[in-house]
């Protein structure tokens, strides 16, 4: 399983917003819409053996983590306001610890970037890092920020988290997913170059 | 310059559509917008020496292409609505047979694949192709299709053109250009992995 966890730091945890103004009266919730369509979406299908974090830190209610499961989701079509309205219906329903389903394949709870550390290790993506091309080995967890930087809370939290980068540009974090889908696919094929 | 031009085969030629439905009512405008959107966008910059072009080949009065300019291009967000809500502005004003701007850095004529084929030499994108990674010297100039293949009548005019692949998976169009994008780059930095 490939699991990718973007930290949307302004991302409302409420339905409260439009699906008409994203960027601003969700909090930049459009970068994490991305984020979802290209870590899910193949051409013609999905790429079921994907996970999406998403760890909502805005208004009212922070933290709130929706989790996209390739494998079950449903209703999600590539364009922003579909994965923005499944994440406006998991806001809807009461969130507990655990994760609970909103529509199928999506899931929400309370909790944040320290619950998501505790269950699963997690490799770093940002432009300091190790290139990703001269690792022999690609984990199977990538944490992002999307258009902020880390605060100094979220530094410590990672401190001892692998770095790797993409490429030597900083880049939105849809497209830094969408370039490691491609150096995954690439190994799993076995294209050598 | 680096050029994307990408065939919208279904979207729409004139401004008679909804940036709430643009998947549907537009022709799966929101393909050429996130690609807009990934050619044009670094994490905190434009990328100014990249041009998109975009080829709407759906109803009302097809073909007309819109040229989205990094250098010049005003008013764009990294959001779909953003590029769509440019898109409509062009397609609201008279267009003829030389690019006339709509907004500032977005242009629009008559006329499609032709017009562009004759104006610059495309190599065409598709997962059948030649390994990008093995290609000694990347050209310019990059031409891909929207969610649909290439028509008979396209796959004639475009047959002499160079094919080149970013990967063994067939990707959205957007997500092709992303990592193309990461290939340029790397070589421009002499990432040499």
């Given at each position: 399983m490939i699991r990718f966890a973007v930290l949307g730091h302004l991302a409302h945890t409420a339905d409260d917003f439009s699906l008409n103004d994203m960027p601003g009266g969700a909090g930049r919730l459009d970068v994490?819409?991305?984020?979802?369509?290209?870590?899910?979406?193949l051409s013609h299908g999905m790429r079921r053996d994907v996970e999406v974090y998403l760890v909502l830190l805005g208004p009212p209610d922070p933290p709130r983590t929706i989790l996209f499961s390739g494998e079950n989701v449903r209703y999600l079509s590539p364009d922003e306001r579909s994965a923005g309205s499944l994440i406006k219906k998991a806001l809807d329903i009461h969130a507990g610890d655990e994760f609970r389903q909103s529509t199928p394949g999506v899931y929400?709870?309370?909790?944040?970037?320290?619950?998501?550390?505790?269950?699963?290790?997690?490799?770093?993506?940002?432009?300091?890092?190790?290139?990703?091309?001269?690792?022999?080995?690609?984990?199977?967890?990538?944490?992002?920020?999307?258009?902020?930087?880390?605060?100094?809370?979220?530094i410590m939290q990672t401190g001892d988290l692998p770095v790797f980068s993409v490429?030597?540009?900083?880049?939105?974090?849809?497209?830094t997913i969408t370039v490691l889908q491609n150096e995954l696919d690439r190994r799993a094929a076995g294209w050598t170059s």
């Open positions: 994490l819409c991305r984020c979802v369509t290209t870590s899910l979406f929400v709870r309370k909790g944040g970037l320290e619950d998501l550390l505790s269950g699963h290790r997690f490799v770093l993506l940002d432009e300091s890092g190790t290139d990703v091309r001269t690792v022999s080995s690609l984990p199977e967890n990538y944490l992002l920020s999307d258009h902020m930087n880390l605060t100094e809370g979220e490429g030597p540009r900083a880049l939105h974090a849809d497209h």
